[in-house]
């Protein structure tokens, strides 16, 4: 008869996990979490410098630290118990030491994640009763594992939505008319504006406070209030939300419309525009930017910073003023106010004067972390490339009067270990649907051109 298997399991970490979380140590509850030693010394090689990598490393080590404490290396090898937020200890902490004496070696050992395993492998002939499972994120390293009899998995605690199409688009179309399902409403006006109530049963059970509503026979309800029992729609005419302008702009579909209308509203903190290549992201949000900061003065100054490998980096000491270095990554920037002043007699001298008149900066990533701004309108491109620690580093940045929008594309990750579930843009779109004075829209679409539009769904 088989032993019985131990309930308390042994996980073992991956560098990559702690870059991705550095708190990663403190969410496996009552089992045992144990960190290679080829691990800390990875941790130590990219804790140096001024890259994204290098805070979220140093972080890592603090908090692996913090769970020792002066722990003598007998409970280290054991198992220190993790002491919780609320002074209760849950769970415990190790670190493993290489097996370099193993007689029989799985693996060679000319490579890290190849130590890594071969130490697995060691630690689960000690530990027959127990499961020993690699936490990674790095999918070929969690088939060498399992390839050598191990458990491998990928570190989904921040992994809140299973599929990308179960993402939260900002609204809910009817097919039809809206009315035709509705059994009763109670309509009232005042200065600013109609609006309707209705009762909670009727309507779709996702259902936030900045969701919009949207049917067939142009009508848009943005839903204000809510509660057990009712629900509270404000009356949006189509016609009105398509004339809106920010900068010259005008939308040119109902999700861009609805966009806009967020991206204005002095109540609404935090925009999150998420879409396909072209469809408008970034142009809606300068465009409103600019109407904020310079017509309406909502805002003092606009910081953009995008998720870029270069822009983790120091911008070097070759010669060149800060803006001349930044100008490559201010491409996308500058398309847009081209953009925006194409039909101008001097364009090129139009996007000039609107440079030295908006109070726009571009700010490194690094540059970021640890400062606090005070009304400002913060831009975040290519948010996809983020992970959600990153994604909490810099929308923590906004101070009194700030708002943020966040711009991303699900389908164009590049960073390594992060795909469309796992992305920053995905956990905020999540972790914040149920914010009040925060709204989120799908944008639909390709308008930059047919060709593009036709490349987005074709290759």
């Known amino acids: 008869m088989a032993a019985r298997k131990s309930d308390t399991k042994l996980y073992v970490l991956d560098t990559n996990v702690l ?3 550095p708190v990663a140590m403190l969410n496996f509850e009552e089992h045992q979490v144990v960190i290679p030693m080829t691990v800390l010394e990875e941790l130590d090689k990219l804790k140096m410098g001024k890259a994204a990598i290098a805070t979220d490393c140093r972080e890592a080590i603090r908090q692996i630290d913090r769970i020792i404490g002066d722990a003598s290396p007998t409970e280290i090898a054991k198992g220190v118990p993790i002491r919780r937020a609320d002074d209760s200890f849950q769970g415990s902490f190790s670190i493993l030491l290489d097996s370099f004496n193993q007689p029989n070696r799985v693996l060679p050992q000319d490579l890290n994640d190849n130590k890594i395993i071969n130490s697995l492998v060691a630690l689960q002939e000690k530990h027959p009763r127990r499961d020993v499972i690699l936490i990674t994120k790095d999918i070929n390293m969690r ?21 990308v199409a179960l993402l939260e688009t900002g609204y809910h179309a009817y097919e039809g008319s809206f009315w035709d399902s509705q059994q009763q409403v109670h309509s009232f006006h005042d200065e600013s504006g109609t609006y309707h109530r209705l009762a909670r049963n009727d309507l779709p059970e996702e259902l936030h406070v900045n969701r919009f509503i949207v049917d067939d026979k142009g009508f848009i309800g943005r839903v204000v209030a809510i509660d057990e029992e009712q629900v509270t729609l404000q ?3 189509a016609e009105q939300l398509l004339q809106q302008s920010a900068w010259g702009l005008t939308p040119r579909d109902i999700p861009q419309a609805i966009a806009l209308h967020l991206l204005l509203d002095p109540d609404v903190h935090l925009v999150t525009l998420s879409g396909q290549a072209g469809s408008g992201k970034t142009i809606l949000a300068l465009a409103a930017a600019i109407e904020m900061t310079v017509a309406s003065n909502q805002f003092r100054r606009i910081i953009a910073t995008r998720s870029t490998r270069g822009l983790d980096e120091d911008i070097g000491y070759l010669p060149g003023t800060e803006a001349e270095k930044m100008e490559p990554w201010l491409g996308a920037i500058t398309d847009n106010l081209e953009a925006l ?3 101008d007699e001097h364009a090129h001298s139009s996007v000039d004067y609107i440079l030295q008149k908006v109070p726009l900066q571009f700010k490194s990533l690094n540059y970021i972390r640890g400062r606090s701004f005070q009304h400002s309108l913060i831009l975040i491109d290519e948010c996809q490339n983020l992970t959600p620690h990153q994604m909490k580093t810099i929308i923590t940045r906004a101070g009194a009067g700030s708002k943020v929008v966040c711009l991303g594309n699900l389908a164009q990750i590049d960073t390594p270990y992060l795909n469309a579930v796992s992305s920053g843009l995905t956990y905020l779109i999540e972790r914040f649907k149920h914010f009040n004075h925060g709204g989120t829209v799908h944008l639909q679409g390709s308008p930059r051109s047919v060709l593009a539009e036709y490349a987005e769904t074709h290759l």
Not at 148 to 161: E, K
């Open 235 to 237: 009356d949006l005419p």
């Open 19 to 21: 870059i991705h979380d």
């Open 143 to 163: 088939l060498k594992a399992r390839g050598c009899g191990l458990g491998a998995q990928d570190y989904q605690n921040d992994q809140l939505v299973s599929d």
């Open 341 to 343: 002043h194409k039909d």
